[in-house]
Each structure stands twice: as C-alpha cells, then as structure tokens.
C-alpha cells in the first residue's frame, strides 16, 4: 500500500496535565464568579436587615379587622401562635388571627396566671383551685388545701404553689396529672415571710425568696430546693441557701432550667447550676428601680431620669447583668414588656413605643381608639394591636401611603 497520502501527518503529543490544569484553571474561575454572587446576595440581604431593623415607622397599615367584645377587666398574655386573654369569669387562648382555640370558665376574683412554653396555670390569688392547660385546653385542675398566694408552672406542667395559713407557709410540688409530689412548712415566726417563688423549665428546681423584718432592718434569704437526684439525700431538699442583709428581695424568676434572677430594691442577683447553685454576676444601684420586666434571654430596669420631669432611663441588660443598652425616654407608658422578638414595647392606654435592643425607636404611633394589648405577628413588620372593641392586624408602612399632594 501506498503512503502517499499520510506523508505530511504527523503524530501530536497530547499534554494532559496541562489540560486538566486549564479545566480546573476554569472551574476555579467559575467558583469565584458564583462566591462573588453570593457574597453580594448575602450582603444584600444582610443590609437590607439592617435597614428594616434600623429605621423609624410612623404609620401603618390595617390588614385585617375583626370585631371583639370583652369585658373592662379583661388582661393579655403573649402565648403560643398568639395571646391568652383572661379576667375574672375565664381565660382563652386566641390567635393573631382572632380564632379562639379554646375557652376556660371559672370564677375569680383576683386569677394569676404563669406559663412556660406550652403550659399554663391560672389560679385565684387565695383560692384553692389551680387550672393546668396546655395548647389544646384543660388539663386538669388541682385542688390545693389551702390558700394561695403564688403559682408557678413547669415546661412539662409540673405545678408549685405557695399557700400561707395561720402565719405560716407551705409550699406544694404537684404533677400536671394533679399528684402530689413534695411539701413542706415555712415559719414565718423563725425565718420571715416568703415573697415570691420561682419554678425551673424542666420542674425539678424550686427557689423560695423569704423577708426578714425581726432584727429591726430587711434581710432576705434565698432557698433552692432540688426534687431530681441532687436534693433527695438532702434535708427537705434543701441544696443552697443565701441571704443577703439590708436587702428586699420581692421577684425570682428562672429564665432557664438553670439560672435564676433575684431583682432586689437595690440590685440583681444571678445564681447558676441546679444540683447545687452559685452565685453569678450581680448589679447594683444607687438610683431607686422603679420597675422591671424579662424574657429568657435579657432583663430591663427603669429609673426616672431626674434631668427631666417625665423623662425615663430604660436599661437592658444580658442574663449575666452585662449592660446593653440605656434608652432615654419621655414617653409615659402604663407597661413596659419585651415582645417575643426582644423588642422592647412601651403601651399606654392610646400610645405605643418600640424600641430594638440596639436602643433605635423603631415604631411610634397615637392611636385614636384605647388599646390594650399589643403584640408582634411574626416579620419584620407586622403586629397585632387589641382595640376596644376590635383586633386589627397591623403591617408598618415603609412609604407613606398618601403624599401631602394627594391628601391636597
């Protein structure tokens, strides 16, 4: 055969690792392309954050408006997908939609409500009957053998309650299923009187604050009772005790399975672990704390503000009394709450104020109808506000919705 025809083809070299450099030469470009992308997305989105969490609205506006009828005496809660509303004839559990998933009936003359997570207890301030509910309704309800001044409940249902009865009190551990599961005396002759109790998330740890007025100036103590492992080989189950002289104790509360907070009249106290707690970070102040409110994840403190007449300093603080922010406010508000997004809500009768805990007004607004409860909804935006005599959900408005030229 002839090789005329194949006489100018040569044989080319094929370098592969110089090929397969290239190939990941151009997928490296194309990695870089899409991380630049995303770190613009990103930043975007993080910016936009930003400006919606730090910017001032004025004015809403009403999504929906659905009629309400309640009664003069009737009180709000933050609860679950929505809100309990409460006075002296029952308690329901409603969502922002206005659905009222269930309805409790009872006669009270003065109901106290706790609740963590799902559980709720509400109780008559003496009276004996206390009302375990979960989200889908009544639990059961505990007959307790004398009157109570104090109820608190666990994540799991688990109830305390503090009873006084001829100068002494008792203090009473019961499952959700109503059973009895620890007791004991408290004499108020030989140790003060209990002013406030607090019942951790997961029940096992009860904490009693006591007043002692016998030696001529306050003094309270600070018990801790464990019921798990840690304080059944202890004397009543007792595993730490602290008292502090020249100092009124009135609230506890447990933001945590196992971390409590003491507000006093001249400072908080933080205490840590469960089995056997300690003592933690404290505060103290020389300005009068006028009042006080929490969530699980910061405290506030309110002190008049003596540079102005009707001027307010709100201080926040982390669970470890780390201050965060100091607000300066002449707003004169009736309560004062965080909401379950941290921010911080100013209500009066016809008046609300938010503030993020960067410190930033976020929302102010006259109302021109009372209003009584105020919560948020979910966003950054939207919120639900209780009305005389309706529920308006409410989204705020970015942009005015009418210009001045317009309205002309």
Not at 163 to 181: F, I, P, Q, V
Request: hydrophobic letters at 35%; a negative charge.
């Amino acid at each position: 055969m002839s090789d005329k025809g194949t006489k100018n083809l040569r044989i080319v070299e094929t370098n592969w690792d110089e090929i397969e450099q290239k190939i990941r030469e151009h997928r490296l470009k194309r990695l870089k392309r899409i991380a630049i992308i995303v770190g613009i997305c990103v930043a975007a989105i993080i910016i936009y954050y930003v400006y919606m969490q730090h910017r001032t609205y004025d004015d809403y506006t009403v999504i929906e408006e659905i009629s309400r009828t309640d009664t003069s005496a009737a009180h709000y809660l933050s609860y679950g997908h929505g809100y309990l509303k409460y006075s002296n004839d029952g308690i329901s559990y409603v969502t922002v939609d206005d659905d009222v998933l269930w309805n409790q009936s009872y006669g009270m003359e003065n109901p106290m409500v706790s609740t963590c997570e799902s559980y709720v207890a509400v109780a008559d301030r003496q009276g004996e009957t206390v009302f375990v509910l979960d989200e889908s309704g009544l639990q059961t309800e505990i007959s307790v053998s004398m009157p109570m001044s104090r109820v608190e409940i666990a994540s799991q249902g688990t109830v305390a309650v503090l009873m006084e009865e001829n100068e002494t009190g008792y203090l009473a551990l019961y499952s959700k299923s109503g059973d009895l599961l620890a007791e004991g005396a408290i004499y108020m002759e030989n140790s003060g009187t209990p002013m406030d109790i607090a019942l951790s998330t997961g029940g096992n740890n009860l904490a009693v604050s006591i007043v002692d007025v016998s030696s001529g100036t306050a003094s309270t103590t600070v018990n801790f009772y464990n019921f798990g492992t840690s304080g059944k080989n202890q004397v009543d189950n007792l595993v730490a005790s602290f008292t502090y002289e020249d100092t009124v104790i009135a609230k506890i509360v447990y933001v945590s399975d196992s971390k409590l907070i003491a507000f006093a009249d001249n400072g908080v106290y933080t205490f840590n672990g469960s089995g056997s707690p300690a003592e933690g970070n404290s505060l103290s102040t020389e300005e009068e704390i006028q009042s006080i409110f929490y969530d699980t994840g910061y405290f506030g403190l309110v002190f008049s503000d003596t540079t102005k007449d009707a001027g307010r300093v709100i201080k926040i603080y982390n669970t470890d009394c780390k201050e965060q922010v100091s607000i300066e406010t002449e707003f004169s508000y009736d309560s004062i709450c965080f909401l379950d997004n941290h921010e911080i809500c100013l209500l009066s009768s016809t008046e609300c104020s938010l503030f993020i805990l960067g410190g930033l007004q976020k929302f102010t607004c006259e109302f021109e109808e009372e209003v009584s409860g105020f919560f948020h909804a979910g966003g950054f935006r939207n919120y639900v506000v209780l009305k005389e005599n309706t529920t308006e959900r409410i989204r705020l408005n970015l942009f005015s919705d009418v210009t001045e030229e317009e309205e002309k």
